[in-house]
Nanobody, 125 residues
């Protein structure tokens, strides 16, 4: 069982930065793939980025070059550094965990077993 708690959301102007954190409980955190997803009002939850147990990453095209994911297995925490934020980045951001995934399965929300409660990110123009 893994419990996830997101933090770090808030209101920022376009071009600004935020760092989200996803703190996890559980002794097997290091073996889990952690993904970030987001959901804007009226839209489906979409993939943002994932980091696997081997630290490999994949980013959605919409955030490449602006967002950076990292993980600290000692602190059981994954970070999402978001720079050059745009109004279209406004959404509730969720972190999710699964004990291993590969390839395109890591991009699919249905692949993840555990979810946090989400944190709101609002980017004003």
């Amino acid at each position: 069982q893994v419990q996830l708690v997101e933090s770090g959301g808030g209101l920022v102007q376009a071009g600004g930065s935020l760092r989200l954190s996803c703190a996890a409980s559980g002794r097997t955190f290091s073996t889990h793939t952690i993904g970030w997803f987001r959901q804007a009002p009226g839209k489906e939850r979409e993939f943002v980025v994932t980091v696997r147990s081997d630290y490999s990453t994949n980013y959605a095209d919409s955030v490449k070059g602006r967002f950076t994911i990292s993980r600290d297995n000692v602190k059981n925490t994954v970070y999402l550094q978001m720079n050059s934020l745009k109004p279209e980045d406004t959404a509730v951001y969720y972190c999710a965990a699964v004990n291993g995934c590969s390839g395109v399965w890591c991009y699919r929300r249905t692949s993840y077993d555990y979810w946090g409660q989400g944190t709101q990110v609002t980017v004003s123009s």
